[in-house]
């Protein structure tokens, strides 16, 4: 069961434009969530991340939205610059009951010319 | 350096044949985590440890895989009669766990190819 849902295998966005990468969750335990991106041969490096009583977090180029209601957040990445072609894994835990971090499938951005 | 180191970074075993992966965890890091990466995938939890304690392991891990952390510090994963099923990437990860589970910083990872 895919408690961390990322629908989007793939996404290319044009340099300089927005990418948005979304995200579900199924689990109501989550109360943390967390962006990674991952390059070829390494292993994932944090992004940002969210805590459950906030709905955005800003860092940079990066924002993150949380919409607890409908189990949803998003990565915004403004403007889209070639080296942010990668993956991007959304993930979460449960943080109060200190249980670790779930990832999802995986979201691979092209940044195109 | 000092972040997350694992070794050896690849490892290429026939089928039946036993391999054991080593994780330096950054080291004021008491938390330290495997996870597993197959095509396609995220990283899937194996198992985690507080200092040398074992606090949780993953279903997935079967009586094959044992995961140990002597001292607290570096960490070993051992596959026993490996199958072509364990390739993977293996990744292991530490946190500085301050009451709450926080960000993981991850190693570059041990690729398994089993022929």
């Known amino acids: 069961d895919q408690q961390v849902k990322q629908n989007s295998p793939s996404l290319s966005v044009q340099e300089g434009r927005i990418s948005i990468l979304n995200c579900d969750y199924t689990n109501s335990m989550f109360d943390y969530f967390l962006w990674y991106k991952k390059y070829p041969a390494e292993g994932p490096t944090f992004l940002i991340s969210i805590s459950s009583i906030k709905d955005k977090n800003e860092d940079g180029r990066f924002t993150v939205f949380l919409n607890k209601s409908a189990k949803h957040l998003s990565l915004h990445i403004v403007p889209s610059q070639p080296g942010d072609s990668a993956v991007y894994f959304c993930?979460?835990?449960?943080?109060?009951?200190?249980?670790?971090?779930?990832f999802g499938k995986g979201t691979r951005l092209h940044i195109l010319p | 350096d000092t972040g997350v180191s694992q070794d050896p970074r690849h490892k290429i075993t026939k089928r039946g044949q036993n391999v054991t992966f080593r994780c330096d965890p950054i080291?004021?890091?008491?938390?330290l985590y495997w996870y597993r990466q197959t095509l396609g995938q995220g990283p899937e939890f194996l198992t985690y440890?507080?200092?040398?304690?074992?606090?949780?392991k993953s279903r997935l891990l079967s009586d094959r895989f044992s995961a140990e952390r002597p001292k607290g510090s570096f960490s070993t994963l051992e596959i026993q009669r490996t199958e072509q099923g364990d390739s993977a990437m293996y990744l292991c990860?530490?946190?500085?766990?301050?009451?709450?589970?926080?960000?993981?910083?991850f190693g570059e990872g041990s690729r398994l190819t089993v022929l």
């Open positions: 440890f507080q200092n040398e304690a074992q606090l949780e």
């Open positions: 080291s004021e890091h008491n938390r």
């Open positions: 993930a979460a835990s449960a943080r109060e009951r200190d249980d670790k971090i779930i």
């Open positions: 990860a530490s946190s500085p766990h301050r009451g709450q589970a926080g960000e993981l910083f």
